[in-house]
């Protein structure tokens, strides 16, 4: 097989993983509209379906700065200001940021040293700013675009499925 033909295959199952994995959160959100409990089990979702994570969770727009919510990994930083580090960078620009390595990420902030790359997706509803999504991996490169839209598509679930 080719090296593009290899390229395409790996993207195309990565994405068929996604679709695996929303499918598998659709069967979590049903008849639930609890916020925390589908953050949580969101949270877990994500952390067991994707390989090489040390962290994946979200971060909850308090009105004035993002505080921790529901997470699978090491104890994190609990308040992280608009506008610092990726996930205050991604909830300020309302758009996901994806680090291909956080050494390299001015003011990026470490909560787990173990961390080496970070992909960060901004929630945000009809009213604004919710919080974020934020996934961390020991690996660098380890988020794509592909995983963008797949992380994407979650939170726009999420979003529309509890009530925040
Ligand atoms: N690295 C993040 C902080 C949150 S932890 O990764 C869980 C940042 O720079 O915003």
Not at 3 to 31: C, N, V, W
Not at 70 to 90: D, E, H, L, N
Not at 105 to 132: K, M, Q, W, Y
Request: glycine share 10%; charged share 15%; with cysteine.
């Amino acid at each position: 097989m080719s090296h593009a033909l290899q390229l395409t295959a790996a993207t195309a199952s990565k994405a068929q993983r996604y679709q695996a994995l929303l499918a598998a959160l659709e069967g979590i959100l049903a008849g639930e509209r609890n916020l925390i409990a589908n953050l949580a089990n969101a949270s877990a979702l994500l952390y067991a379906s994707l390989e090489g994570l040390n962290w994946a969770g979200f971060y909850l727009y308090d009105g004035a700065g993002l505080v921790v919510g529901p997470f699978q990994g090491k104890p994190a930083c609990v308040r992280i200001a608009i506008g610092q580090g990726v996930c205050g960078t991604a909830a300020a620009r309302r758009e996901t940021v994806i680090v291909e390595d956080v050494h390299a990420f001015p003011g990026h902030i470490a909560c787990d040293a173990a961390s080496n790359s970070e992909i960060v997706v901004p929630l945000v509803g009809p009213r604004g700013l919710l919080g974020v999504l934020d996934l961390d991996s020991p690996s660098t490169h380890r988020f794509d675009r592909v995983d963008a839209t797949g992380l994407e598509a979650v939170a726009a679930r999420l979003i529309a499925g509890s009530d925040w």
